[in-house]
């Protein structure tokens, strides 16, 4: 089975930053486009952020100017550094590999388990 592993969350005041982190443990995801959605306790899963094999990236609204994805394809890894962290934040962080960069959930295959940030006011 394939799988993400997601690294990085934890607990920050507001106004702090974190980097997550996501490696796939058994498949290189080159080619795929990655993603990171999230989810708040009573909502539904929501875009971040996403980027595809060439770097082309774009983001959800409400986190543009504050967080970058990146991707370092010869280790195999997906970042998303997020600035200026705001409670409304507060969400479980979810990697995803899919075949075609989009902001919906559905066209992406392949999920982790998804890792806890908090921000604190």
């Known amino acids: 089975q394939v799988l993400l592993v997601e690294s990085g969350g934890g607990l920050v005041q507001a106004g702090g930053s974190l980097r997550l982190s996501c490696a796939p443990s058994?498949?290189?995801?080159?080619?795929?486009?990655m993603g990171w959605f999230r989810q708040a306790p009573g909502k539904e899963r929501e875009f971040v952020a996403a980027?595809?094999?060439?770097?082309?990236?774009y983001y959800a609204e409400a986190v543009k100017g504050r967080f970058t994805i990146s991707r370092d394809n010869a280790k195999n890894m997906v970042y998303l550094q997020m600035n200026s962290l705001k409670p409304h934040d507060t969400a479980i962080y979810y990697c995803?590999?899919?075949?075609?960069?989009?902001?919906?959930?559905?066209?992406?295959?392949?999920w982790g388990q998804g890792t806890q940030v908090t921000v604190s006011s």
């Open positions: 995803a590999a899919g075949s075609v960069l989009r902001s919906t959930s559905d066209v992406y295959d392949y």
């Open positions: 058994r498949r290189t995801f080159s080619g795929y486009a």
């Open positions: 980027i595809n094999w060439s770097d082309l990236a």
